[in-house]
């Protein structure tokens, strides 16, 4: 299976949307208390915003020229201060594959876009972020060399 990367642009909006569907159910069946169902409609509007945002850079993985899978990054540049010295890096903010599409390479293949843009930008740091209860996608981010820096941590009141 060959997967084509390619950058998004504005138009891609709803295919972004419609792709980001799979992840979020994840999301929405572990913590209905945070995340709202997935309304494509409302999804387009606000994957247009992320798209239209000059330090977001968003990919689309297409396998046979079918969009399979997308990422949306952003360049995160922050001056020195008392705290810490200058640096930069890459969040990748969201990222999904059809599921059909999972453990197929699909996923790796965005990955090694996003390594790509942090080398063209001078960056040598990529961030994500991931919930705890998505055991899938904490074993695919540490088999690709990722490890906790930074634990969030919430409590429930009653």
């Not at 409302?42 to 997308?70: K, Q």
Request: hydrophobic share 40%.
């Amino acid at each position: 299976m060959s997967v084509e990367i390619r950058q998004a642009t504005l138009d891609d909006a709803a295919t972004l949307a419609r792709l980001n569907v799979a992840v979020h159910s994840i999301h929405t069946e572990n913590r209905p208390d945070i995340f709202k169902p997935p309304n494509v409609e409302e999804l387009t509007i606000f994957m247009a915003s992320r798209l239209n945002n000059p330090t977001c850079v968003a990919y689309i993985a297409e396998v046979d020229s079918v969009p399979v899978g997308y990422t949306i990054n952003d360049i995160v540049r922050r001056d020195e201060n008392p705290f810490k010295d200058a640096h930069s890096y890459i969040v990748v903010d969201n990222i999904s594959v059809e599921p059909a599409y999972r453990s197929q390479g699909v996923g790796e293949a965005l990955m090694e876009r996003v390594y790509a843009l942090a080398r063209e930008q001078g960056i040598n740091r990529v961030t994500l972020s991931v919930w705890a209860f998505n055991e899938r996608a904490i074993a695919f981010y540490e088999r690709l060399g990722f490890s906790p820096f930074q634990i969030n941590m919430d409590k429930m009141l009653e």
